[in-house]
């Protein structure tokens, strides 16, 4: 596990895009992994400006997203399907049919879903991390053998996402469909970012906690090629 400690947003935005700039070069038609949230806005926002200076071109690239919200329509301006379309792909040459996104509330939802991803290993995944660890919407408790499945959203987690949903929890959705934390693991290389003192306790656990599913970003130690980038609030309990 490398760790990259950044003086700024703007830095970790820079050293993220490096990474993903060079899979994309080395190999065009790439599988990303792709988070929504605020972490990996920043590194959108370069990949954005690297295809308008023809650095980076998605033509062929796929892409996989972590999760989506159940019970939320995807052109519902929270959804996740709007978020990545507003943030990334309505502004780079990536194909529709080249996105995919999970969605349903059904096992077979989950199955479907998980059977594409067996079938296109994702090359690089960038993550965020919530501040009770969890990654893509794997909550704690979530176990290591998961796959891609249906969530019931824990309240810190309905809490941290009102801001997106006029302040109001009623509006946050409760449930949401996610890629498993074994689903997540046979990425073949993993970029995580985050900011912010409120992901200081989340980061020193990742780091140098045990690890265990009360924690489930810890499963990465065992990741063969996880880059963490992140800012000194974020890395000041390390
Ligand atoms: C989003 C996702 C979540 C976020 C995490 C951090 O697709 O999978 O795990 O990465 O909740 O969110 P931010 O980046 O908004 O702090």
Do not use: W
């Not at 892409?63 to 519902?76: M, R, S």
């Amino acid at each position: 596990m490398r760790v990259i400690i950044c003086k700024n947003k703007e830095e970790i935005a820079d050293k993220a895009y490096k990474i993903f700039k060079q899979q994309l070069n080395e190999k065009p038609n790439s599988v990303l992994g792709l988070a929504t949230g605020s972490s990996p806005i920043g590194l959108y926002e370069k990949l954005i400006e690297g295809y308008e200076n023809n650095e980076v071109d998605f033509s062929e690239v796929v892409t996989f997203n972590l999760d989506e919200y159940v019970g939320i329509a995807k052109e519902h301006p929270e959804s996740y399907y709007s978020f990545m379309h507003k943030n990334l792909f309505d502004k780079v040459n990536i194909k529709e049919s080249n996105i995919h996104m999970p969605s349903g509330d059904s096992e077979v939802d989950c199955i479907k879903y998980e059977e594409m991803l067996s079938n296109n290993l994702i090359d690089l995944q960038v993550l965020g991390i919530g501040r009770n660890g969890h990654i893509g919407f794997n909550e704690p408790g979530t176990s290591f053998e998961s796959e891609t499945h249906i969530v019931d959203l824990k309240a810190s987690t309905i809490e941290d996402n009102a801001r997106f949903f006029d302040n109001n929890i009623e509006l946050v959705p409760k449930k949401a469909i996610s890629m498993g934390i074994a689903s997540i693991m046979k990425s073949k290389k993993i970029v995580l970012i985050a900011m912010g003192e409120n992901k200081a306790d989340a980061i020193a656990e990742l780091i140098k906690g045990d690890v265990s599913e009360k924690c489930p970003a810890t499963i990465l130690q065992k990741h063969q090629d996880v880059t963490i980038i992140i800012d000194e609030k974020a890395a000041e309990k390390c």
